[in-house]
């Protein structure tokens, strides 16, 4: 099935990402490859969410009665593995992308298109993608830690390779667009708190993790 050879050459980009970064994809080639990857995996995410929230909820129920609980827990289970690898994700590569061609032109290094950073950054995030289904298992979760490390270094070779530039220098442009996205994260922080007061700010402190991992 071609989702399965899609997941093949996703896997050898992440081993080999100098390699799968000799040539750049269009904007609608490059989501198209990320959401035929990363459709195997998703289902393994959301069967495996599905089985852990089941066994929890299974034991609620004989404990104290919560069967609607448990409906709501199904249905997120479906739900939250979708939008973290099919909406959230998407909208981080081409926020990512985005601000790091931005920084990259600037900064004058970058002289290729933008559909070049953007391939980077979608080869960058196949480990976190792919590996999506450890935060369904309790005690395989804090691994998923090496596959965020794992997608930095991804990042900094596929950028060298698609931009040309050297790997100390894709670092320092990933340290600026870092910094840029903190800066920006500052600034929705201070209008959140203008408009809705501290609530608002106590949730973006909440989620802070969650919104820069998806965000650089």
């Not at 929230?53 to 104290?64: C, F, Q, T």
Request: glycine share 8%; aromatic share 14%; net charge positive.
């Amino acid at each position: 099935m071609q989702v399965f050879d899609y997941l093949g050459k996703g896997v050898a980009a992440m081993l080999h990402p100098g390699e799968a970064n000799k040539r750049s994809l269009d904007v609608g080639t490059a989501y198209m490859t990320y959401y035929k990857t990363t459709f195997v995996p998703l289902v393994v995410y959301v069967l495996l969410s599905i089985v852990f929230v089941s066994a929890e909820g299974y034991v609620l129920i004989l404990r104290s009665f919560t069967a609607p609980l448990l409906g709501a827990g199904l249905l997120g289970a479906l739900v939250i593995p979708i939008a973290i690898v099919w909406v959230f994700m998407p909208i981080g590569i081409f926020v990512s992308a985005g601000l790091l061609q931005l920084v990259g032109r600037a900064a004058g290094q970058f002289k290729g298109p933008f559909g070049k950073t953007l391939t980077a950054v979608m080869y960058s995030k196949f480990p976190v993608a792919i590996f999506a289904f450890l935060l369904a298992i309790p005690f395989a979760a804090p691994l998923f830690t090496v596959f965020g490390f794992w997608a930095f270094v991804v990042s900094l070779v596929a950028l060298s390779s698609q931009q040309k530039v050297s790997w100390a220098t894709a670092l320092g442009l990933e340290v600026m667009t870092i910094v840029l996205a903190l800066a920006l994260l500052g600034i929705v922080a201070s209008l959140l708190a203008i408009s809705f007061g501290s609530s608002a700010i106590a949730w973006l402190i909440q989620h802070y993790g969650t919104l820069m991992n998806l965000a650089v």
